[in-house]
């Protein structure tokens, strides 16, 4: 609890309005290491964002870094038996195709099993062998073995099956089926000693997908077929009972605009926050802890000297080339008609100026994105910055401690002197009073 003080009793005057005004007056210094405080800690948080930023513009140039990425591609089928997606290591291209069986997993039952109970022994005994090509399980069953039991042993065989009980209102059948489709993921069931009958309630056999693609036939042990045609999955639904599919895969600009929009605005969201915390031309800064801050500028300047580089050689050899240009500001702007006229001209060199190619050769969205690694590491310039401004909060804060013990000792002495004059002033008055009496 703070000490009660009743200054000016002896003298009439008003001695604590007095400290308080002397000891406000002499807050200057603290006022301005405490300004200082504030807008360090604001601009540890304006260079945190800017980590951020630059950790966004990495998760974009990620998706430009490679060729397959930077392949943007639509396939399209004519026929619900044939569904299709494409990536971007997809060529375009036409192709029919007809599917005359669907990959499928083996699935058999038992015969009725004579029990009412699941938890009931069903008095068989001997051995169930079950193969998956060459794994292979022989399972012991007992005569005092339930169907529950029976069960929890297949599952437990450590092969690619499951097993599960069925009851038709009177009594219990086994199901047991394989998890994966495919001939070579076809199960064999060999029973000696018991009676389960799997061999003859054979419901699906483990079966390949066969289709042919333009008359070449395929075999898959998926219904969804990869590497038949590159870059595209063919997911089988159904026979093409009527006719062929026909599949159609074509670029998409669309989409490659949108990834390349998605760099570029989040570029243009770090030079923007740049410029706004630390000035750029005529625009000041709006925290003076960071105006005209060098780290803040590395990050916009490493990023830029990317911009501007040549990949290759040819026509397309820069972002600008394929419709990436740069503003006066240091922002940047998509040209979508110049994109669009690049792709329809020569893709493959649109996407060599952004993701390189395969004999070492590095794309913008590589050297952009080793930069923004680079920015974001440990000891990359974000990181060095906000361990500046930290040192430089700590020496703050220091600073306004000492201070403020200065104005504490200064409050102290002031009362003590204003208490001596006080008193002084009470002992006159009352020699006075008594001399006049």
């Known amino acids: 609890m703070p000490a009660v003080t009743f200054g000016g009793v002896g003298s009439g005057i008003d001695t604590e309005s007095i400290v308080s005004g002397l000891i406000s007056a002499s807050k200057g210094p603290l ?20 980590g951020n930023l630059v950790a966004k513009l990495k998760d974009a140039l990620g998706a430009l870094d490679t060729t397959p990425e930077i392949g ?8 619900k038996a044939v569904a299709v997606s494409a990536s971007g290591a997809a060529r375009p291209g036409s192709f029919k195709i007809e599917v005359t069986q669907l990959a499928s997993a083996y699935k058999a039952y038992t015969k009725p099993l004579g029990v009412t109970q699941s938890n009931q022994a069903l008095n068989q005994a001997g051995t169930l062998n079950l193969a998956i090509g060459t794994k292979t399980a022989a399972l012991a069953i007992d005569a005092a073995d339930s169907l529950d039991t029976v069960i929890s042993k297949i599952n437990s065989s450590g092969l690619r099956v499951s097993a599960t009980s069925f009851y038709d209102g009177t009594q219990f059948r086994m199901q047991l089926r394989g998890l994966d489709t495919g001939l070579e ?45 590159a870059g595209v999955t063919l997911a089988l639904a159904d026979k093409t009972t009527d006719g062929f599919a026909t599949v159609n895969v074509e670029n998409d600009p669309d989409a490659f605009a949108t990834k390349l929009n998605t760099l570029v605005s989040a570029y243009n969201a770090i030079v923007s926050k740049v410029h706004s915390e630390a000035g750029f031309g005529s625009l000041k800064g709006s925290n003076p802890a960071l105006t005209g801050d060098s780290s803040l ?26 419709g990436i240009e740069l503003n006066n500001d240091g922002t940047l702007k998509l040209n979508s008609q110049r994109l669009n006229a690049a792709l329809a001209e020569d893709p493959e060199a649109v996407s060599k100026v952004l993701a390189g190619d395969d004999k070492g050769v590095k794309g913008i969205a590589d050297q952009m994105f080793s930069v923004a690694t680079d920015l974001l590491s440990d000891k990359g ?11 430089r909060k700590k020496s703050l804060d220091g600073r306004a401690e000492l201070e403020q013990k200065r104005l504490d000792r200064m409050e102290e002495q002031l009362r003590k002197q204003f208490t001596q ?17």
Not at 188 to 217: C, H, I, M, P
Not at 223 to 228: C, D, H, P
Not at 299 to 317: A, D, P
Not at 421 to 437: H, I, K, T
């Open 31 to 50: 006022q301005r290491v405490q300004l200082q405080q504030s807008q360090t800690q604001a601009a540890v948080s304006t260079v945190s964002d800017v």
């Open 72 to 79: 943007s591609f639509k396939a399209t089928s004519d026929k």
């Open 185 to 229: 993921n076809d199960v064999s069931v060999v029973e000696s000693g018991t009676t389960f009958g799997f061999a003859a309630n054979v419901k699906s056999r483990g079966l390949n997908a066969l289709l042919t693609v333009d008359g070449f036939a395929v075999s898959s042990k998926s219904n969804q077929v990869t590497g038949a045609i």
């Open 297 to 322: 500028r590395a990050v916009t300047s490493h990023l830029n000297e990317v911009l501007t580089k040549q990949v290759g050689t040819g026509k397309f050899t820069t972002l600008r080339s394929v």
């Open 381 to 391: 310039a974000i990181a060095a910055r906000k361990d500046g401004l930290a040192a």
């Open 421 to 437: 004059m006080d008193g002084a002033v009470a002992a006159s008055n009352a020699q006075m009073s008594f001399l006049q009496r």
